[in-house]
């Protein structure tokens, strides 16, 4: 027998105050009677919304790492810098874990956040019932390593800040750091318009569907 559910129980929950309510007969949304949110059984739209979040952040991930980031001026003249490029420098002058940190935050992790969010939509639009559990797991790592996708822009504006204190050159953020900016806000948007219970809904109507034929 599958596990009771809210929904089956006739349950919604707040996500503001976190209310458990009774919801009205037949429903699948209300209004919290504490403060006034409101509630939805699922989110609405969640997989339209998480799918064109996606395809935004994935068509702008190649100029984020084809544009320069930053440009350095000095009595040398002027460099730009993408992130691969900054990378390698700080690779090759010696910084290697710097550059480990900044290749892993900056081109890794939002590659496989969007490898991964896809892999989820995809398996939930096909209604797969295989292994719930660990896809759960990976949203929740998914959830934990969203918030070190900025790390690069704050990189570039450390530096900027050093350098600048200096009169021998001059630093400055270029457009990357923009298009580098919106995937990681897109895909943070993504990841929060994805509803894992879905993940659930699948595997819940499966067991139901075995319990009935026993």
């Known amino acids: 027998m599958s596990a009771p559910t ?120 096909r209604r797969s019932t295989r292994r719930p559990l660990a896809r759960t797991r990976l949203y929740r790592i998914l959830e934990f390593i969203g918030r070190w996708s900025m790390l690069d822009v704050f990189v570039v504006m450390v530096l900027v800040a050093l350098v600048n204190l200096q009169a021998l050159a001059n630093v400055q953020a270029a457009r990357g750091v923009l298009w580098f900016g919106c995937v990681v806000v897109l895909t943070m948007l993504a990841s929060m318009s994805f509803d894992p219970r879905l993940i659930w809904d699948a595997a819940g109507e499966n067991d139901g569907r075995d319990a009935r034929r026993t």
């Open 6 to 125: 809210a929904v089956g129980r006739g349950l919604l929950a707040c996500s503001v105050c976190e209310l458990v309510m009774r919801a009205p007969s037949g429903a699948t949304q209300a209004i919290c009677p504490r403060c006034g949110a409101r509630i939805h059984s699922r989110k609405p739209h969640s997989l339209a919304r998480t799918w064109a979040l996606l395809i935004s952040a994935a068509v702008l991930y190649l100029p984020a790492n084809i544009e320069p980031v930053m440009i350095t001026t000095s009595i040398f003249g002027a460099q730009r810098d993408t992130i691969l490029s900054g990378v390698a420098y700080l690779w090759t002058s010696g910084s290697w874990p710097l550059a480990v940190l900044v290749f892993f935050a900056s081109i890794s992790v939002p590659l496989l956040k969007l490898l991964a969010l896809a892999f989820l939509a995809t398996s939930v639009q």
